[in-house]
């Protein structure tokens, strides 16, 4: 009989609270405030702070931190506006880093 397996996970790097599922994983070559982030479609578990413009290296957004909704750990940003058109296609989208999130059930 084969083994039930729940979907792959990436969990809060300091209470393990489920913050993305991997199937929403856009691109894992992306660079964040402390190193090497993912780009997800989706997030879950998480609040979003308010939002701020930001220069970042493909040049400026509007973005809001993302935090653990249970401990308050900052794990990224929310792109809520891209002024450039080639960089359109991040808006909604979330930044975890990676040094801020562990995977689960792999």
């Known amino acids: 009989m084969a083994e039930l397996?729940?979907?792959?996970?990436?969990?809060?790097?300091?209470c393990r609270?489920?913050?993305?599922?991997?199937?929403d994983v856009i691109?894992?070559?992306?660079?964040?405030?402390?190193?090497?982030?993912?780009?997800f479609s989706h997030a879950m578990n998480i609040m979003v702070g308010p939002k701020e413009d930001r220069q970042l290296m493909?040049?400026?957004?509007?973005?809001?931190?993302?935090y653990c909704c249970d401990c308050n750990e900052v794990l990224g940003w929310k792109y809520e506006r891209a002024?450039?058109?080639a960089q359109k296609?991040?808006?909604?989208?979330?930044?975890l880093e990676k040094s801020k999130i562990v995977?689960?059930?792999w």
């Open 5 to 14: 397996v729940g979907p792959r996970l990436y969990s809060c790097c300091n």
């Open 17 to 23: 609270n489920h913050v993305a599922l991997h199937d």
């Open 27 to 39: 691109s894992k070559a992306f660079q964040g405030r402390h190193g090497r982030a993912f780009l």
């Open 58 to 66: 493909t040049g400026l957004h509007t973005v809001a931190d993302v």
């Open 83 to 85: 002024y450039e058109e």
């Open 89 to 95: 296609y991040k808006e909604g989208k979330f930044i």
């Open 103 to 105: 995977k689960e059930n």
